[in-house]
């Protein structure tokens, strides 16, 4: 009869609604039950969140997006108020975005994020009123489940991890621009969604050895406008450095060194589009890398990653309207400017100066190689002021177009676009319009690959003002909008980053038509004896350069590169400049 009245009471609470939350779950992470020592495993960290925003209304677990792995991105956000809509929230409040787990075997971020949110939706961290948390838990599902114990070599745990490589063993944080990866493009997504006023992606560094345990890599501040490069510089920056060191938490920045030691001073490292602070500052987000110690033991690493994370969130937290309001007055006062830098260098005669923490090291002779290796000693610790070479400098500017034109038959460069919410339209109608044109000069390209593509660099274009004749459908990219520093990174193809760069257009490398010699032949003399000015020209190169004299080929090859029959698409960049009036 118990049995009976228990099922019958069980139905009508069900009837009515009710539920009963499972309290059961033990929140406490593998990272913390190993004492420091283990990351837990992918299905894990996605079970954890769950069962998070499940019990606690102020956690929300989403999907957006698929990865290589065959697996969805997550997004898992924090907000005492339960209001997860952020077309309105990024209006009202700042929103950090923390990446984890681009390099997974990286995994310092990926436990300091599950206690970070744990503890703000238990109350164990103060909630902040001004900004929204949100993160993704694990970036490269691929890496995370490619699980193993050795091939961090240089690192100093967890017991086991993930990989570097993802599912189709793509670095992931060199695909931000490129977009290869279903992984990427789920990120833009996500970016796009959330519209990050500051982000933050948890690394673990590679390269000499010295005392911190954190470092930090801001984004590169003189890519930023004025104001906001000087806030992130002069007050972000050191403000963070403040209050790590009341936490007893010694911070450098990222020690950019290889195969020497630091104690000459290093150059910041400068963040392209491809990586991923390079990527969210084209929208003027405040980026920063959070790069460990890789010798540095792991419960360190971890509790030394979430104390920066809560710090950068206090920060955040009291500057919520300057760094709104700097973010906006940047896109309006770049979108003014006449020119944009497309290309940097390392300024050498500026510098700032700070005491570095390092250990002696020297070079001695291998015992495997014979050769001199670099050694360090750690009983030799040291404290001295060293330069630090964080002012670059632009060494291309081109000048701002009104907007560009993209011929539709460039769908992949159009796709991309439109998965970063770059405003756009199309034609309606066959048009004829006075553009600027660029033809290719020069280029050269890598030997070896690089991600998937051999990449060029140096590359020159020459401009021409002409009316082309576009179709209609034909796609218009204005320059005026939140896009803008995206656009012109991506479109102008000097920039480091480009889609000329990244092998988008290499189709206008290869000439599609040519000539046979003994048809050329007379077809060439015969425009040599109508055209008097080709024919000086001709003859003057043969006598100025020796090896065009002596290669007949060459020759042939020159005269009907100048001629009516030489291919208009070989070496035409495909993309076209309205410009400003």
Same mark, same amino acid.
């Given at each position: 009869?118990k049995k009976?009245l228990?099922l019958?009471?069980?139905v009508i609470?069900?009837?009515c609604?009710t539920?009963?939350?499972?309290t059961?779950?033990d929140f406490?992470t593998r990272y913390?039950?190993s ?18 925003a499940?019990q ?5 677990l989403?999907a957006?997006g698929?990865?290589d792995?065959g697996?969805?991105l ?7 108020d339960q209001n997860f809509n ?5 209006q009202k409040?700042?929103v950090?975005l923390i990446?984890?787990?681009?390099h997974?075997g990286e995994s310092?971020?990926?436990d300091?994020t ?6 703000l939706a238990?109350?164990?961290?103060t909630?902040?009123k001004?900004?929204i948390?949100?993160a993704?838990?694990?970036y490269?599902?691929?890496g995370a ?7 961090r070599t240089n ?6 991890y993930?990989?570097?490589g993802?599912?189709?063993?793509y ?5 931000f621009?490129k977009?290869?990866?279903k ?6 997504k996500?970016?796009?969604h959330?519209?990050p006023?500051?982000?933050i992606?948890?690394?673990?560094s590679n ?7 954190l470092?930090h890599?801001?984004?590169q ?6 104001q906001l490069?000087?806030?992130? #510089?002069n007050e972000?920056?050191p403000? !963070?450095e403040?209050h790590?060191s /009341? +936490?007893?938490?010694? $911070?450098?920045p990222? @020690?950019?060194v290889?195969?020497t ?5 290093f150059?910041q ?11 969210t ?5 405040l ?6 110690h890789m ?5 360190k690493?971890?509790?030394g ?12 937290e009291?500057?919520a309207?300057?760094? #709104? ?5 940047? !896109?309006?006062?770049?979108?003014? /400017? +006449?020119?944009?830098p $497309?290309?940097?260098k @390392? ?7 700070f005491d570095?923490?390092g250990?002696?090291g020297?070079y001695?002779?291998?015992e495997?190689t014979?050769?001199?290796r670099l050694?360090?000693y750690?009983d030799?610790?040291y404290q001295?002021?060293i330069?630090y070479?964080d ?7 081109i ?6 034109i993209?011929?539709?038959?460039w769908w992949?460069?159009?796709e991309?676009?439109?998965l970063?919410?770059?405003?756009m339209?199309?034609?309606q +109608?066959?048009?004829? $319009?006075?553009?600027?044109?660029y033809?290719i ?6 030997n ?12 020159n274009?020459?401009?021409n003002n ?7 459908g034909?796609?218009?990219v204005p320059?005026n909008?939140?896009?803008f ?5 991506t ?7 480009s889609?000329f760069?990244?092998?988008?257009f ?7 038509e040519?000539?046979s010699?003994y048809?050329?032949e ?8 109508t055209?008097a000015n080709l024919k000086?020209s001709f003859?003057?190169k043969?006598t ?10 060459a ?17 035409q960049?495909p993309?076209?400049r309205?410009?400003?009036?």
């Amino acid at each position: 009869m118990k049995k009976i009245l228990f099922l019958i009471l069980s139905v009508i609470l069900i009837g009515c609604g009710t539920t009963t939350e499972d309290t059961s779950y033990d929140f406490t992470t593998r990272y913390e039950k190993s004492q420091g020592t283990e990351t837990p495993t992918y299905p894990e960290v996605i079970t954890f969140y769950q069962k998070l925003a499940d019990q606690y209304p102020s956690i929300q677990l989403e999907a957006i997006g698929m990865t290589d792995s065959g697996h969805p991105l997550h997004l898992v956000t924090f907000d005492p108020d339960q209001n997860f809509n952020f077309e309105t929230l990024h209006q009202k409040k700042n929103v950090l975005l923390i990446n984890n787990g681009i390099h997974p075997g990286e995994s310092d971020g990926i436990d300091a994020t599950m206690l970070l949110m744990r503890d703000l939706a238990q109350g164990h961290v103060t909630s902040p009123k001004n900004t929204i948390i949100t993160a993704i838990p694990i970036y490269n599902i691929g890496g995370a489940l490619n699980r193993n114990s050795t091939t961090r070599t240089n690192q100093n745990g967890p017991k086991s991890y993930g990989f570097r490589g993802n599912a189709r063993n793509y670095d992931l944080n060199r695909d931000f621009i490129k977009n290869d990866t279903k992984n990427a493009q789920a990120f833009a997504k996500v970016f796009h969604h959330v519209q990050p006023d500051v982000f933050i992606d948890n690394h673990v560094s590679n390269g000499a050895d010295y005392q911190y345990t954190l470092t930090h890599l801001f984004t590169q501040h003189n890519k930023l406008h004025h104001q906001l490069g000087q806030y992130l #510089k002069n007050e972000l920056q050191p403000q !963070l450095e403040n209050h790590l060191s /009341e +936490k007893q938490w010694d $911070i450098t920045p990222y @020690v950019n060194v290889w195969g020497t030691t630091p104690d000459k001073g290093f150059s910041q490292f400068l963040d392209t589009p491809r990586y991923s602070t390079g990527y969210t500052t084209l929208w003027n987000t405040l980026g920063m890398m959070v790069e460990t110690h890789m010798l540095k033991p792991y419960k360190k690493r971890v509790d030394g990653t979430y104390e920066l994370m809560k710090s950068m969130i206090e920060i955040i937290e009291k500057d919520a309207s300057k760094i #709104k309001q700097l973010r906006s007055s940047a !896109l309006a006062s770049f979108t003014k /400017e +006449k020119t944009y830098p $497309i290309l940097w260098k @390392v300024d050498t005669t500026r510098y700032s100066k700070f005491d570095f923490k390092g250990f002696n090291g020297d070079y001695i002779p291998s015992e495997i190689t014979g050769a001199n290796r670099l050694k360090y000693y750690r009983d030799q610790p040291y404290q001295k002021t060293i330069k630090y070479k964080d002012y670059f400098k632009a060494t291309k500017n081109i000048s701002i177009p009104e907007a560009y034109i993209i011929p539709q038959g460039w769908w992949p460069v159009i796709e991309r676009l439109q998965l970063n919410k770059v405003e756009m339209h199309q034609l309606q +109608k066959d048009s004829t $319009i006075q553009v600027e044109s660029y033809r290719i000069a020069d280029y050269k390209t890598r030997n070896t690959p690089f991600e998937g593509h051999y990449l060029h660099y140096n590359t020159n274009v020459s401009a021409n003002n002409e009316n082309i004749h576009f179709s209609k459908g034909d796609w218009v990219v204005p320059t005026n909008q939140s896009a803008f520093r995206y656009v012109l990174e991506t479109l102008e193809p000097e920039a480091t980053d480009s889609f000329f760069n990244w092998n988008f257009f290499d189709t206008i490398l290869q000439q599609k038509e040519g000539f046979s010699p003994y048809v050329w032949e007379d077809k060439a003399l015969a425009i040599l004896k109508t055209d008097a000015n080709l024919k000086m020209s001709f003859e003057q190169k043969k006598t100025q350069d020796s090896s065009f004299a002596s290669n007949w080929y060459a020759q042939l090859d020159w005269i009907h590169k100048h001629s009516a029959h030489y291919e208009k698409a070989h070496l035409q960049y495909p993309i076209y400049r309205i410009l400003r009036r």
